[in-house]
């Protein structure tokens, strides 16, 4: 663990800032009760964690740290006789290299956004926006209540699920083998974008709303009765894609 550390109590927040030396391929993990999660890659073999908490009790919250070598977890820790009625608001940034074995991100109220990293990597939100940018690898999203967005993802196997919020990714999948895209929702629509080299099989599904496809479908079926579906395969048919909302519209396209 490096030992630089800085704190900064300005007005009516606290800062801290602190560095950890890691060993390649860490695993990460970040749990927020009610914060905001920032997640960052770079090409430097240690992280950089700051987190900033304001508001009448910031003074509060404490900070959980388990550092090591292979792993680094953050989560905030909150007084049991206050839990319901603490005033806060609680920022975690957090800087770490481009490659990790595994990356965990969990809030229960507060927004997930992470970017230029390559991980086999999880998020779990139950009321806040999801973001992701340029992440290589297997991916797992859940969210209650929320968009979730993501741009640049390569990965062969996304598990993506949403209760009630858009649902946006934009996936450039392996150019040899198989792969798999499984979507969920149950109010929102859900739009996915692939290269016009891309090949799957598609199944998608609604109860209510539009279902497209921008690929030529071979073997297409489609109904359009009160349970609508569309299916059928396109390009090489090497990838899965399982689209499936309740009450939203399904879009695949191709991307510009």
């Known amino acids: 663990m490096l ?36 997640v960052r890659g770079w090409d430097k073999e240690h992280a950089r964690l700051k ?8 003074e509060l919250i404490e900070w959980k740290i388990d550092a090591g070598k292979d792993r680094l977890e953050v989560a905030e820790r909150w007084p049991e006789e206050r839990r319901r009625t603490i005033d806060v608001e609680i920022e975690i940034e957090l800087q770490v290299p481009r490659s990790m074995k595994s990356l965990a991100l969990s809030t229960v109220s507060g927004s997930v956004d992470a970017a230029d990293v390559s991980a ?15 992440v290589r690898g297997d991916l797992s999203v859940s969210a209650i209540s929320g968009a979730i967005a993501i741009e640049e993802l390569a990965g062969a196997r996304i598990d993506l699920t949403n209760v009630s919020g858009t649902t946006s990714v934009d996936l450039t999948p392996p150019k040899e083998g198989e792969w798999r895209l499984d979507l969920s929702a149950i ?70």
């Open 3 to 38: 030992s630089i550390a800085l704190l900064l109590l300005v007005q009516d927040e606290i800062v801290k800032e602190k560095d950890y030396a890691l060993d390649r391929d860490p695993a990460v993990a970040v749990r927020s009760v009610c914060g905001a999660v920032r």
């Open 51 to 58: 987190t900033t908490v304001r508001g009448r009790d910031r």
């Open 120 to 134: 086999g990597t999880k998020v779990t939100t139950v009321s806040g926006s999801v973001r992701l940018a340029r």
């Open 187 to 256: 109010s929102g629509d859900v739009t996915v974008r692939l290269p016009a080299r891309a090949g799957a099989r598609l199944k998608s599904t609604s109860l209510s709303g539009d279902l497209r496809c921008d690929f030529e479908l071979k073997d297409a079926k489609r109904r359009d009765d009160i349970d609508r579906a569309l299916s059928g395969t396109f390009g090489d048919g090497s990838g899965a894609i399982s689209a499936q909302t309740i009450s939203g519209s399904v879009r695949i396209e191709k991307a510009k």
